[in-house]
T-cell receptor, first 114, second 113 residues
Framework: GAGVSQSPRYKVAKRGQDVALRCDPI?????LFWYQQALGQGPEFLTY????????KSGLPSDRFFAERPEGSVSTLKIQRTQQEDSAVYLC????????????FGPGTRLLVL | KNQVEQSPQSLIILEGKNCTLQ??????????LRWYKQDTGRGPVSLTI?????NTKSNGRYTATLDADTKQSSLHITASQLSDSASYIC????????????FGKGTRLSVIA
């Protein structure tokens, strides 16, 4: 596709529900990143894949957060037993190669946990 | 600790006026610095990227400067337009291979008629 796409664009969940957020990176992009952006803040790094390998997950806030990219293309960020503090925009970005390359961002998924 | 600080937090200017946004960083060792524009409800879009040896780079009405000695960068917007209303985020990359990007909190710019 022409750019990074994410789905759903909006998600409302009741506290305690599990959610799954999808990211389709630009075709051929090796690296994929997930960020969490709270209202009025800059994005905060969550995790990073190079192909199917998760090279860095140091930004994941708890073991309720899990990300995968099993075939090195589409990625899913899963949040189990959602809490109100998980409410944020979750941004996905991809780059042609590694960390030093320009990252192209998707529109984000806005998650609201009630 | 690697940090990126931006100022001002928000800014309102009249259409046609110029403005300058500031970014200070403590990321080390430094690799490059990017300015991103983020429209409301959209993902960030890269405007400029500057490496250690570059001290100015332009992209249309946007001009970024970098002083690697003082670890400061600025983004100057000339002849602002209503469509420039957005958040501008300064992002710094460390030279080490596995360090993720460090994002500032952004400056919220509103251009009014």
């Amino acid at each position: 596709g022409a750019g990074v796409s994410q789905s759903p664009r909006y998600k409302v969940a009741k506290r305690g529900q599990d959610v799954a957020l999808r990211c389709d990176p630009i075709s051929g992009h090796v690296s994929l990143f997930w960020y969490q952006q709270a209202l009025g803040q800059g994005p905060e790094f969550l995790t990073y894949f190079q192909n199917e390998a998760q090279l860095d997950k140091s930004g994941l806030p708890s073991d309720r957060f899990f990300a995968e990219r099993p075939e090195g293309s589409v990625s899913t960020l899963k949040i189990q037993r959602t809490q109100q503090e998980d409410s944020a925009v979750y941004l996905c970005a991809s780059s042609l190669a590694g960390l030093g390359e320009t990252q192209y961002f998707g529109p984000g998924t806005r998650l609201l946990v009630l | 600790k690697n940090q990126v600080e931006q100022s001002p937090q928000s800014l309102i200017i009249l259409e046609g006026k110029n403005c300058t946004l500031q970014c200070n960083y403590t990321v080390s060792p430094f690799s490059n610095l990017r300015w991103y524009k983020q429209d409301t409800g959209r993902g960030p879009v890269s405007l400029t990227i500057m490496t250690f040896s570059e001290n100015t780079k332009s992209n249309g009405r946007y001009t970024a400067t970098l002083d690697a000695d003082t670890k400061q960068s600025s983004l100057h917007i000339t002849a602002s337009q209503l469509s420039d209303s957005a958040s501008y985020i300064c992002v710094v990359s460390a030279r080490s291979g596995n360090t993720p990007l460090v994002f500032g909190k952004g400056t919220r710019l509103s251009v009014i008629a």
